[in-house]
């Protein structure tokens, strides 16, 4: 059965989506992907969609959940690359997916990542430092 | 049937005097437009109109103005037609021109034609008149056409400029009211750009839409939200105070939206989320 690789990079996990997205594929991403995030104990996930050039209202709306599964297993989520003719195409379907944060490449959305998780580390040691505050 | 051997005679014979005829009926008309062309203009105009007739008439056929005897004929009309369209002249008063050469040619039918004839002539000369009188008509509406069509080309072209005001900072200046068309021809350049120059910025201007109603809030939260898709945060500035009202007014959630009153004020927000500062070096002159 056709699956979508995932990748481990250091504490993030990086999909990239090369083929046409069906239904199927997409449900198959978000098992697989929730499993890995609790596995690896991943802080971040990146989706890169820059070769996918057609999104339906389904793949919309799982890339949505996607990205609020993560977050509930307390993984961010950055979707990178997305074409404009993809962009247009979710907002005239009404999906400007609230939740997910968005890149315009790999490397701005890696940067993205490791910021925020730097800055939640920052914050946690402060607060070992300081309990009382 | 006519073979249009009288109307070659009469418009050779005396042409200067038809043209004298003519050049009165067109200046009797109430509605000639004199701000617009000058009586030298309109007689020449006339006399080159009367010798390509002349020439066609000897040449070719009086049945029908769609012959190769009648290009120049046609030339000189498209020529008059498309000027007169630039100019502003009403389509009456362009077919005006060559309706208004009826009153003398008839005239000159009367006296000259043998009385038999005298009916089928000026049915040849009327039916000629009326063909090229309807030729210029059409060719004046699609000068008009191809006015309105360019102009409306500019337009779009003048409206949706992209301008990179800084390395990873663009802005789009929007004028005049939106519509749904303009908004995808703004969101599709503006998302082009994008990518094309890495932009994690953009700026939305809307100091030059006079006014903001729901469907037009709608459109911009549309184009927020796709740059957005993309990866770029947008800013919209150039909120007027009466915008202000009105969006508030309309219930209009603008939450999930940077906005900013002034250009100035986004370029500066732009430039510091960018990672980039912005001070003075040399005091106030």
Not at chain 2, 80 to 92: I, T, Y
Not at chain 2, 202 to 213: E, L, N, Q, R, Y
Not at chain 2, 232 to 256: D, F, M, Y
């Amino acid at each position: 059965m056709e699956r979508i690789p995932i990748l481990k990079m250091g504490r993030f996990l990086l999909v990239t989506i090369q083929v046409d997205m069906h239904d199927r594929l997409a449900l198959q991403l978000q098992d697989d992907l929730t499993e890995r995030i609790v596995k690896d104990g991943a802080r971040g996930v990146l989706i890169d969609i820059s070769s996918l050039e057609i999104v339906d209202s389904f793949i919309g709306r799982v890339l949505g959940n996607i990205a609020a599964m993560s977050r509930v297993l307390d993984a961010e989520t950055v979707v990178t690359g997305m074409q404009p003719a993809v962009a247009i195409t979710l907002v005239e379907l009404g999906l400007s997916l609230p939740g997910v944060r968005t890149a315009l490449n790999v490397e701005r959305g890696m940067e993205l990542l490791q910021a925020s998780l730097e800055r939640e580390e920052l914050a946690t040691l402060e607060h070992d430092a300081d309990p009382q505050g | 049937m006519p073979d249009g051997t009288l109307l070659q005679r009469l418009l050779a014979d005396d042409a200067g005097r038809l043209l004298d005829d003519w050049m009165r009926e067109q200046l009797a008309s109430t509605s000639l437009r004199r701000d617009l062309i000058s009586e030298t203009e309109l007689r020449q105009q006339s006399a080159d109109f009367l010798a390509a007739f002349r020439e066609a008439v000897h040449r070719g056929g009086v049945q029908s103005v769609a012959g190769p005897e009648w290009t120049t004929v046609r030339d000189l009309l498209s020529s008059f037609s498309r000027s007169r369209a630039m100019q502003g002249f009403s389509p009456s008063d362009t077919a005006r021109f060559v309706f208004s050469l009826k009153a003398p040619l008839f005239s000159r039918l009367r006296e000259q034609a043998p009385p038999e004839q005298l009916g089928d002539e000026t049915w040849t000369v009327s039916s000629l008149l009326d063909q090229l009188g309807l030729y210029t008509t059409e060719f004046f509406q699609k000068s008009r056409e191809e006015v309105i069509a360019r102009q409306q080309q500019e337009l779009m072209e003048l409206s949706t400029p992209v301008v990179k005001i800084w390395e990873g900072v663009v802005a789009v200046p929007l004028i005049g009211t939106l519509d749904s068309a303009r908004t995808q021809v703004v969101m599709e350049n503006l998302l082009a750009r994008i990518v094309e120059t890495s932009a994690s910025v953009a700026i939305i201007d809307i100091t030059g839409v006079p006014t903001v109603d729901t469907l037009v809030a709608q459109h911009l939260i549309k184009t927020v939200a796709a740059a957005r898709l993309m990866g770029a945060e947008c800013i919209i500035s150039g909120i007027r105070p009466q915008i202000a009202q009105t969006i508030v007014h309309l219930g209009v959630v603008l939450e999930n939206v940077t906005t900013k009153a002034s250009l100035a004020d986004a370029i500066l927000m732009a430039l510091r989320t960018t990672g980039f500062t912005v001070a003075r070096v040399a005091p106030r002159s």
